[in-house]
């Protein structure tokens, strides 16, 4: 049997369309206060969390990002931009008025590691808010300065992401996912883990 | 009641000294495969893993990591060497050894978003391993190079983090951390959350 965080994660996937339904805000802060336990470089949780729950900085928060992607979209190509055509992703961004709930997640930028906590604390948040039945996503606004100038973004702060909350209403599958076979190796770069690996018992401490 | 994860997160703390108990690898797999499930920046999924279980390479990746540490000792200093010198760390990393199991964590450097996707799947790493009743933590080795090399670690990709994992013989306690009131603000930066919003029933998605 899997394990229930291994389950909870299979199971969560991207949601970019949510219901018009009201959610419970208790559900979010409880996602909330699983990202303030994790761990973070000296203990600064360099953390912080915008909770947006008014439909008039929801928007304005959406309008902020849109001009933004409007001009992120209008130079994107590489794989990047590959990748973005073919998802049929574009600069419009409803799910940010739609979404009954949105978490804007910020770092403390002279924090030591302080991205990394962050998204450490991101990586938390995604598990409970599936627990708890709620659709999200990580949006990461192209360009962040209009939206952190529009809710007064204090000097200091970085804008990391910003994850709608609602019930999802997407029917998208799950973009499919590597197994651990091609993204682990055992002992040495290259050498793949093989069924042997996956179904041995245990590993010791042995002496060297 | 508190959701699971949220227990999870609240039991979960850094393990730096290990039980020479062997573990069950498969524990330690299905904490990565719930890694694998984790969003990323274009659905890159730029995670590998090393899962270092022969003495040998541990012992190696210790000195690497030590004889780094010593450079970087030998010069931090203001506040987090304030911090680390109040926590009793130094250059030594013993749980690199002492823990049954190393995971070494990886981005691919290129892609979209590598660092905080890297990031977001260790915090489902950390709770999945809680949930199996393993300790760790998140080792940041203060200078890579020497790890890198020592690993032949091919260019393109960074080392993340080292994952120690094993039993905890641990006795510190937990770290003291912020409440949720302490670092989240209710759809104005600065107005923090209250009673009352802690405890309000439901918001929906009313129009504009």
Aim: glycine share 6%.
């Amino acid at each position: 049997m899997d394990s229930y965080v291994l389950d909870l994660a299979k199971r969560r996937k991207t949601t970019r369309r949510f219901s018009s339904r009201p959610i419970d805000l208790k559900q979010v802060i409880a996602a909330l206060e699983a990202a303030c336990q994790a761990p973070s470089g000296a203990n600064s949780q360099p953390w912080r969390f915008l909770i947006v729950t008014d439909p008039k900085v929801k928007k304005r928060v959406r309008e902020a990002c849109e001009n933004g992607e409007k001009a992120f979209y209008s130079k994107v190509k590489g794989e990047l931009g590959k990748w973005l055509l073919a998802k049929g992703l574009n600069w419009q961004k409803p799910f940010l008025e739609e979404a009954p709930v949105l978490v804007l997640i910020f770092s403390e930028t002279k924090a030591p590691y302080a991205i990394q906590s962050a998204w450490l604390a991101i990586g938390h948040i995604l598990l409970a808010l599936e627990e708890s039945g709620l659709g999200t996503m990580t949006y990461t606004p192209s360009i962040t300065r209009e939206v952190t100038e529009e809710i007064d973004l204090p000097k200091g702060f970085r804008l990391e992401a910003i994850l709608p909350v609602g019930i999802s209403v997407d029917e998208k599958p799950k973009e499919p996912k590597f197994g651990l076979r091609q993204v682990a190796y055992l002992n040495f770069w290259g050498h793949r883990l093989d069924a042997t690996a996956l179904l041995s018992g245990t590993v010791s401490r042995q002496p060297s």
